[in-house]
């Protein structure tokens, strides 16, 4: 079976993947130079990725990254798409691809006897990939379909919107292929030799030993030698206007924020659920302080986000309203950034830090989501941050660091974007920043 995991860029539902939420993890290299990572899990069932470092931040054409990532499982030098299909199927496997702005990732889920024939897939799809130019017809399309799937979400949207706005290029380089810049064959075959290099790669194994994995990379890995050059994160800010047809208009208000596995994340993510605004109870109202503001807000919503990436983040508030009411949502939740940095209660800050840590440990359950995080920590930080460790991280947060951070955010050039009716959407400067 084939599936196709998409991660919208809108706000997350839990912590970003700075945390694993496994008992152990081991990182090594293999011979051929690419990394390997094992996470311990008994079970009858074992899992694999390829964890590839780069994603849209560093695609050399607009969209690239996307079409690369549906690329993965087609056709190559020893296996038609179909054959690929149908052994799966009768293995009982599961075979998906995922994109991020850092990294693409092609995963496999499988009975532990059938470990050495999907890592033999998974190996196939970096290195014996054809790019075939009637094959990339169908893939155009699967694209294509994606983008206006993730278009048709405002929410999404307008997030795409605010990285723009906030990084330009790099990280404000968008996860979805445009029709505005189309792609051609070319250009991904192009960007898999840039991308498919010895040490942009790890290969991940759950409920596989790390000695196995590092044979499967050895065995079905052949890539060229070589390590992309990822430009460092450059910080704007700035101000997007969307112009679109919505039930309800869509505002985002951020501030450049701070790489995961940071102190000042930590102090982030707590001050992120202190904010709060999602629903924790069910038929209960928002949690936390835009919560509470929201529900004095007719058909408002307000919620925090913290996301954090390698070498930067973007920490602000969502807000979506019906046209009467954008304006003053807007500005509610500008108001409540501002009465943050004077500090917190102590009840606040006990919630939040609690939220924080539930979200820890518990927001990556999935197999799919233990392989991605340990692949990335594994390429970019080159060691495992455990659960464990993110809880320590949040219990050495203090309620004057969150206030800090706070302040500091304010004191940024701010980054707004605003999707809907834009007659009735505020503008960046009319907010009391």
């Known amino acids: 079976m084939l599936a196709a995991r998409r991660a919208f860029a809108s706000i997350p ?54 079409v690369l990532k549906n690329y993965g499982f087609k056709n190559n030098a020893k296996r038609t798409a179909f054959r690929i299909t149908r052994e799966t199927e009768l293995a009982g496997g599961v075979l998906s691809a995922n994109l991020t702005r850092e990294s693409i990732v092609y995963s496999a889920e ?26 990339f017809v169908d893939v155009a399309k699967q694209t294509a379909a994606e983008s206006a799937n993730a278009a048709s979400s405002p929410e999404a949207a307008v997030f795409e919107a605010a990285h723009a706005a906030a990084f330009r290029n790099g990280l404000g380089n968008s ?15 192009s960007y898999a030799a840039e991308l498919f290099k010895s040490g942009n790669i790890a290969l991940v194994g759950s409920g596989l030993s790390l000695e196995t994995v590092q044979k499967f990379a050895e065995t079905f890995i052949d890539v060229p030698a070589g390590q992309s050059t990822v430009p ?87 807000a979506s309203a019906p046209s009467s009411g954008i304006a003053s949502a807007a500005a509610a939740a500008a108001e409540q950034l501002k009465a943050v940095a004077s500090g917190i209660s102590e009840q606040d800050f006990a919630r939040a830090v609690a939220q924080a840590k539930f979200a820890a440990v518990s927001g990556f359950e ?30 050495k947060v203090s309620a ?29 400067d009319s907010l009391s920043l």
């Not at 996860?175 to 075959?189: E, L, T």
Request: no cysteine; glycine share 10%; charged share 20%.
């Open 232 to 318: 460092a994160t450059k910080y704007f800010g700035g101000e997007s206007r969307v112009e679109a047809a919505s039930a309800k208009n869509h505002f985002v208000l951020a501030f450049e924020g701070a790489p995961l596995n940071s102190a000042e994340y930590a102090a982030a993510q707590v001050l992120r659920f202190a904010l709060g605004g999602e629903q924790r109870v069910q038929f209960a109202a928002a949690a936390g302080l835009l919560g509470e503001t929201a529900a004095k807000l007719n058909g408002a919503e307000l919620k925090a986000f913290n996301i954090g990436y390698s070498d930067a983040g973007l920490f602000g508030v969502y």
């Open 366 to 395: 999935t197999r799919l989501d233990r392989l991605e995080t340990v692949g990335a920590q594994a390429l970019l930080a080159g060691k495992y941050t455990s659960a464990a460790d993110a809880a320590a991280a949040l219990d």
């Open 13 to 66: 539902s839990s912590a970003s993947k700075a945390y694993s939420t496994t008992a152990a993890a081991q990182i090594s290299k293999a011979q051929n130079g690419v990394t390997v990572a094992s996470i311990e899990e008994a079970g009858p069932t074992a899992g694999l990725s390829v964890v590839v470092n780069g994603g849209s931040r560093v695609e050399s054409t607009k969209g690239v990254a996307h």
């Open 175 to 189: 996860i979805f292929a445009s029709r505005a810049s189309p792609v051609n064959n070319a250009a991904v075959k």
């Open 110 to 135: 499988f009975l532990s006897g059938d470990a050495a024939q999907f890592a033999e897939v998974l190996g196939d799809v970096v290195s014996n990939q054809k790019f075939q130019d009637h094959e």
């Open 400 to 428: 004057s660091d969150v206030a800090k951070v706070a302040e500091k955010l304010l004191s940024g050039k701010a980054t707004t974007a605003a999707l809907g009716d834009l007659y009735s959407l505020p503008y960046a």
